[in-house]
């Protein structure tokens, strides 16, 4: 019973010092508070915050320039550099046909 009567004693004691700790804590809270670095009005949002600006004008004057002069034709060597005959990419796909075809017949090939 002596335990019992200890514990609450003890248990209401380090409550009481917990709450004024915290209370403590929050007086201390208050005196460092500052004022916030802007107003309410200030943070309050409008609708012309929401509207895009006016786009700027655009001189029409001004034309693309590239940096060098336009071809109205490409030479034979120039189109050479990029150029692929048709028959080498349907030759490279049939490759590819075929060895997967080879790979799936022999597959089973012991």
Same mark, same amino acid.
């Given at each position: 019973m002596a335990f019992i009567v200890t514990l609450a004693v003890l248990a209401s004691?380090?409550?009481?010092?917990?709450?004024?700790?915290?209370? $403590?804590?929050?007086?201390?809270?208050?005196?460092?508070? #500052? *004022? +916030? !670095?802007?107003?309410?009005?200030?943070? $309050?949002?409008?609708?012309?915050?929401?509207?895009?600006? #006016? *786009? +700027? !004008?655009?001189?029409?004057?001004?034309?693309?320039?590239?940096?060098?002069p336009r071809l109205e034709k490409w030479s034979a060597e120039m189109a050479g550099k990029y150029w692929i005959p048709p028959r080498d990419i349907a030759v490279d796909v049939l490759k590819a046909v075929n060895d997967e075809n080879m790979k799936r017949l022999l597959q089973g090939v012991p």
């Open positions: 004691s380090s409550g009481s010092q917990s709450r004024r700790r915290a209370q $403590e804590a929050r007086q201390e809270q208050e005196k460092t508070r #500052q *004022a +916030p !670095v802007l107003s309410a009005e200030e943070l $309050e949002l409008t609708p012309d915050d929401f509207l895009l600006p #006016q *786009a +700027p !004008v655009v001189d029409t004057d001004l034309s693309y320039v590239p940096f060098r």
